[in-house]
C-alpha cells in the first residue's frame, strides 16, 4: 500500500490525477481482517470512507492506513495484479484486479 501512497501523494506525484498505478505484489500479507479492510470494504466508494471519517464521534483504529488510501484512490485508479488475493478482496479494496502484468497493461490502454 505504501507503494500506492507514495506513488500519489508525493510534492509533484508519479502517478497523473486519474491515471492508473498497478501494483504488482505476492501480497504475503493478509488485509482482509484488519481494521483497514473492514473500514474499506464496507464502503461504497472512497469519499464515503472520508465522509465516515468527517464525523465528530468516530473514530477507529488504524483510519489514518484507510484514509491515505482511499486519498491516493481519489488521485488515481489503482490495479491490483497478484495471485496471493481473491479478487473479492481487491474489490473490498476498492481497487481493480488483473490476473497479469499483461492484463494489468492491456487493461489501462
Request: neutral net charge; contains cysteine.
Amino acid at each position: 500500500m505504501n507503494a500506492v501512497i507514495h506513488c500519489t501523494k508525493l510534492k509533484t506525484p508519479i502517478a497523473r490525477e486519474e491515471g492508473r498505478v498497478i501494483l504488482i505484489s505476492l501480497f504475503d500479507e493478509v488485509v482482509s481482517g484488519t481494521n483497514f479492510f473492514k473500514l474499506v470494504s464496507q464502503s461504497t466508494s472512497p469519499e464515503h470512507v472520508l465522509k465516515t471519517f468527517s464525523q465528530r464521534d468516530v473514530f477507529v483504529h488504524d483510519q489514518w492506513m484507510a484514509q491515505l488510501w482511499v486519498a491516493s484512490l481519489l488521485h488515481a485508479n489503482v490495479m491490483i495484479v497478484s495471485n496471493g488475493l481473491d479478487e473479492s478482496v481487491v474489490k473490498g479494496m476498492l481497487a481493480i484486479k488483473a490476473s497479469s502484468p499483461r492484463e494489468g497493461l492491456e487493461k489501462s490502454i
